[in-house]
């Protein structure tokens, strides 16, 4: 092992709630245990800036105090392939020993996709372990039949997508007839969730409020991620839970916003 200290540390940290008190009166709200349907929380793995260090011992760290309330890791830009590849396999394994997935931000997927290396991003993923992948479209637009296409590639190597819907600085509200299409096309080919832009959110409160409200009545709204800025935390995560109920699905989240969220 290249890092033999903080495997031996992941392996104690992982009995911690072992001898956990209970009380008949004294109690908190209790979540739904791993792997949960819906409150799920994704965090964004950006390894450092000003809210929070997510280097392999910065792990750790975290998923000592807040592993029970995350569930999906999403490794930024394009750190899975500009980092040391040893590392990111290292770390990819901390978070599978704490029941959460890892995944593969889109914005690499953008860049493959931009450089005609599909086929090399699957083999390099296959190659970190991961299981995961982010289909994006910040940066590229797809017809209905290349989305279907690159999801189906991506399927066929038995790779787990979430596709992200809509564009960055966003002019108009979203289309529900739209999104709706995409969400059912993506669930029907095998995707496991639908993230919502966070530029696509913020338009809609300031313009569309009541689509918000009308998202929450589809069918199928436990597949969607909310994207929520770290920098507007957590005024705007409250005020989304508050419109559309504590068990919202977010993405994004900084490591160091978790325990408050």
């Not at 807040?66 to 490794?75: L, M, V």
């Not at 913020?202 to 998202?215: A, G, S, Y």
Request: a negative charge; charged letters at 30%.
């Amino acid at each position: 092992q290249l890092f033999p200290n903080i495997f031996q540390e992941v392996s104690v940290l992982k009995n911690w709630r072992a001898n956990d008190y209970c009380y008949e009166k004294l109690k908190l709200k209790t979540r739904q245990a791993k792997p949960r349907t819906s409150g799920l929380t994704a965090i964004l793995d950006y390894e450092t800036d000003q809210l929070g260090w997510a280097g392999l011992s910065g792990v750790c760290d975290l998923l000592e105090v807040a592993g029970d309330y995350i569930d999906i890791a999403k490794i930024a830009i394009h750190h899975a392939l500009m980092l040391p590849h040893d590392y990111i396999k290292e770390k990819l394994s901390i978070y599978r020993d704490y029941e959460i997935s890892p995944m593969i931000g889109g914005i690499l997927w953008e860049l493959a996709y931009a450089q005609d290396a599909l086929d090399e991003l699957v083999v390099h993923i296959n190659r970190l372990g991961a299981s995961t992948i982010e289909l994006s479209e910040n940066y590229v637009t797809l017809t209905r039949d290349q989305r279907l296409r690159e999801i189906e590639r991506l399927k066929k190597h038995r790779l787990n997508v979430m596709y992200e819907f809509g564009r960055r600085h966003v002019n108009e509200p979203l289309d529900m007839e739209v999104l709706e299409a995409i969400v059912k096309d993506c669930l029907d080919s095998g995707v496991d969730h639908i993230v919502i832009e966070e530029d696509e959110i913020d338009l809609l409160e300031e313009t569309r409020p009541d689509m918000l409200d009308e998202l929450k009545g589809k069918a199928w709204f436990n597949t969607l991620f909310f994207e929520a800025g770290q920098w507007s935390f957590p005024n705007k995560h409250a005020s989304m839970i508050k419109r559309l109920g504590p068990e919202i699905n977010f993405c994004n989240i900084n490591p160091g916003q978790v325990m408050r969220l």
